[in-house]
C-alpha cells in the first residue's frame, strides 16, 4: 500500500468520540439538550443556543447532496490525484458536512439521497465519505 | 452614532501587479506604495498618524503592524492588522474612519501588499479547518465557490453563460487600466466557457490569478480633506457582517452575509443601490459577483444570472462594474486585489478614470469579501460636488 499523504484530521479533545466512532464504522453527533438541535461538527456549546448540555447520538448516515464539485485540479499536491469529488451533504438529522462522495460524477445530482460509509484511509485514521443511497 | 461624512480618502497608491515577484519582499513593496498613495494625498509622512495594515501570507509574523511601520519610519497613534480575508481592505477604511471619529489619529495608511511565487508554502488554517475540510480536499478557496456556484445553477437556473459574462464584460473594461495584469486581449463566453474546468462548474478564466502587488488608501478627517488636493472621497455609509467561515456551515451557502452589510451601509448612507454610479463588488470569481449583486440589492435574489447578461457592465454601459477590470482581469495580488475595489472606487468618483471614466460618477459601492463569502464589507463612498 502506497504511503497516505493526504491531511489527516488531528482530534481535539472536543472531537474524540467523534472520530473514535467512525473507527468503529458508527456515525455520532452532537445533539443539544437544550435547544435540540443536532451538530456538526463537534463543540463545546451548541453554536444555536450556547448550551453546553451536549450529548453524543448515533445517528443513521442518511442525507441529501445539498452541493458538490468535481475537482479537476486541486489548489494541494496532496490531492493531485484528481478528479474527485467535494460535497456537501446535508443529514437527515440536520447538519450539513464537508466530505467526498464516491461515485462517477456525471450519476451526481443536487438533492439526490446519499448514505454514508467509512473509508479507513490510514492506520487509526476513518474519513467519513457518502455514496448514493 | 454614524460614520457617514466622518472621513474621507484623500489619496491612493496602487502598483501594477507582477506575474513573477523575483527579487521583490512585502515590506518592500509596502514602502513603495505607501509613498505614491501619500504624496497623492499630498501629506508628508509624517502626516500619517494611524495605521492599518493586511498581513502579507509571503512574510507573516507576529507584531506584525509594529515591525512595519520600523521599516517605513511612521509613528502612529493607532496601529492594527485587519485580518478578514479579501474584506480587509474594505474594512481598514471604516476602521479608520471610526479611529478618526473617535478622535484618535487623523491620517491613516490603508496598506496591503503580497507576493505569490510559485510552490510558497502559506499560513496554516485554524484546527477546525484543517480537522474537518482538510481531510475530504476542500483546501483554498476554489472549492467552496465551486460549491456556491453548483447550488446557485440548481436553486436559480443560474447558467455557465451569464456567469461567464462577468470575465467578459470586466475583461472589457481591463483593456483600459494599464494596471491591469490582463489587459490585452478580449475575451468571450465562448472563451471562457473552453478555458479548462478547475473545480467544475468553474472555469480557469472565472478564477482569479494570483500575482504579486501592492495599493494603499489614505484616510483623513473633515480638516485635512477640505484643505487636500484631490477632492476628497467621502465615507457615507459602511457596514460588515459575518457568520460562517467554511461555507457547509453557513445558514445559506447561496444567501450571504453581504445582505445584512449592505443593508447597514445604504441605510447609514441614506440611499439606495440603484442610486449608484458604479459598483465595485469583490470577484475573486464569476459567481462572487452574480451573488453580491443579488444580496447587495441590485436585483433580486436569484436574479444576478439574467441580471449580469441583460446590463452591459462595462465602464460605457447601463451597469458600470468593476470598472479597472475586477481582480478576474486586474489580478489577485494577496489582499492588494480586494483594494484593487477600493482604489478604483476612489479614482473613478475622483474623476481620475481616464479611458474608463463613468462618466458624472459621483456616488459608488464597494464590496470586500473574504474567505468563502463569509466576512462581508461594504462602502458607500461619494463625490460631493
Known amino acids: 500500500m502506497s504511503e497516505y499523504i493526504k491531511p489527516l484530521p488531528k482530534p481535539s479533545p472536543t472531537s474524540r468520540p467523534f472520530w473514535e466512532a467512525a473507527r468503529k464504522h458508527e456515525l455520532t453527533l452532537q445533539r443539544c439538550g437544550g435547544c435540540g438541535k443536532f451538530i456538526y461538527y463537534p463543540r463545546d456549546r451548541c453554536p444555536h443556543c450556547f448550551s453546553d448540555n451536549l450529548s453524543w447520538n448515533r445517528v443513521t448516515g442518511r442525507g441529501t447532496l445539498y452541493s458538490y464539485t468535481v475537482v479537476h485540479r486541486a489548489s494541494s499536491r496532496a490531492f493531485a490525484d484528481a478528479p474527485y469529488v467535494l460535497a456537501i451533504v446535508e443529514l437527515d438529522e440536520g447538519p450539513r458536512m464537508t466530505t467526498n462522495i464516491v461515485a462517477p460524477p456525471e450519476s451526481l445530482k443536487v438533492g439526490m439521497p446519499v448514505v454514508a460509509f467509512f473509508d479507513d484511509v490510514a492506520p487509526g485514521h476513518t474519513l467519513v465519505k457518502f455514496k448514493p443511497a | 452614532m454614524s460614520l457617514k461624512g466622518k472621513a474621507a480618502a484623500i489619496g491612493i497608491g496602487e502598483l501594477k501587479p507582477v506575474k513573477e515577484p523575483g527579487d521583490l519582499t512585502a515590506l518592500g513593496l509596502m514602502a513603495k506604495v505607501s509613498a505614491e498613495a501619500i504624496a497623492d494625498a499630498g501629506l508628508e509622512k509624517n502626516d500619517i498618524d494611524g495605521f492599518l495594515v493586511g498581513m502579507p501570507y509571503a512574510d507573516p509574523g507576529m507584531l506584525y503592524p ?110 483600459k487600466n494599464p494596471l491591469a495584469t490582463f489587459n ?30 501592492a495599493a494603499a488608501v489614505i484616510v483623513a478627517s473633515p480638516e485635512i480633506a477640505r484643505r487636500t488636493k484631490n477632492p476628497p472621497i467621502w465615507l457615507l455609509g459602511a457596514g460588515e457582517a459575518a457568520n460562517h467561515s467554511s461555507i457547509t456551515y453557513a445558514p445559506s451557502i447561496t444567501e450571504s452575509p453581504i445582505k445584512p452589510a449592505a443593508e447597514s451601509a445604504f441605510r447609514m448612507a441614506g440611499l439606495k443601490p440603484s442610486d449608484m454610479d458604479l459598483v465595485c463588488p469583490y470577484d475573486c470569481y464569476t459567481i462572487t459577483v ?71 460618477a459621483a456616488l459608488g459601492y464597494v464590496n470586500g469579501n473574504g474567505g468563502i463569502m463569509s466576512e462581508q464589507v461594504s462602502l458607500v463612498l461619494e463625490r460631493r460636488s
Open chain 2, 66 to 175: 509594529a515591525s512595519a511601520i520600523e521599516v517605513l519610519g511612521l509613528a502612529p497613534r493607532m496601529l492594527n492588522v485587519v485580518d478578514i480575508g479579501g474584506a480587509s481592505p474594505a474594512g481598514m477604511i471604516w476602521r479608520a474612519a471610526a479611529a478618526i471619529d473617535a478622535g484618535m489619529c487623523n491620517a491613516v495608511l490603508c496598506l496591503v501588499a503580497d507576493l505569490n511565487r510559485a510552490g510558497d508554502q502559506r499560513p496554516p488554517t485554524v484546527s477546525v479547518q484543517r480537522e474537518f475540510e482538510s481531510p475530504y480536499g476542500n483546501i483554498g478557496a476554489n472549492c467552496g465557490y465551486a460549491l456556491i456556484a453548483r447550488r446557485h445553477m440548481h436553486e436559480y437556473v443560474t447558467t455557465p453563460e451569464q456567469m461567464a459574462k462577468v470575465a467578459v464584460d470586466q475583461r472589457a473594461n481591463a483593456l
Open chain 2, 290 to 360: 452574480i451573488v453580491t449583486l443579488e444580496d447587495a440589492g441590485f436585483c433580486k435574489k436569484g436574479h444576478g444570472g439574467p441580471f449580469v447578461a441583460e446590463h452591459d457592465l462595462t465602464y460605457a454601459g447601463d451597469f458600470p462594474c468593476n470598472t479597472h477590470g475586477g481582480q478576474l482581469s486586474f489580478g489577485q495580488p494577496g489582499l492588494a486585489g480586494g483594494m484593487s475595489h477600493v482604489t478604483e472606487a476612489i479614482r473613478q468618483l475622483m474623476g481620475r478614470g481616464g479611458e474608463r471614466q463613468v462618466k458624472d
Open chain 2, 184 to 213: 490585452e486581449k478580449p475575451l468571450t463566453i465562448a472563451d471562457v466557457l473552453g478555458s479548462r474546468m478547475i473545480v467544475d462548474p468553474l472555469h480557469l478564466y472565472e478564477i482569479v490569478s494570483p500575482v504579486s502587488g
